[in-house]
């Protein structure tokens, strides 16, 4: 299972990103997928769900109206596009593949961590 995250970089606050995610070693069409993020000093958090077919998705409350999840299953990639980007958005994005746990569709990372992309939102 490996995944490689691509398009972080330095932005301005108000400005926007869009982040990728190629994803390999597993059948991704069958898989939710996510997209995690660790500030510096900071708990790793979830930013994003999205179901496997692409139908369902859920964003962390901070997220929600400014970040948006999407997978093209042709490509096993999953994007995040993030708009009004703020400088407490500045960490480390990863993704992952999501196994259903504690009654919830997602909650439980199927692999090991990649090596993220740096954003930072910043003038």
């Known amino acids: 299972v490996q995944f490689v995250e691509s398009g972080g970089g330095l932005v301005q606050p108000g400005g926007s990103l869009r982040l990728s995610c190629a994803a390999s070693g597993f059948t991704f069409s069958r898989c939710a997928m996510s997209w995690h993020r660790q500030a510096p000093g900071k708990e790793r958090e979830l930013v994003a769900v999205?179901?496997?077919?692409?139908?369902?998705?859920y964003y962390a409350e901070s997220m929600k109206g400014r970040f948006f999840i999407s997978r093209d299953n042709a490509k096993n990639t999953v994007y995040l596009q993030m708009n009004s980007l703020k400088p407490e958005d500045t960490a480390v994005y990863y993704c992952n593949a999501e196994i259903p746990y504690g009654g919830s569709w997602f909650g439980m990372q199927l692999g090991s961590w990649g090596q993220g992309t740096q954003v930072t939102v910043s003038s």
């Open positions: 999205i179901s496997s077919a692409g139908g369902g998705t």
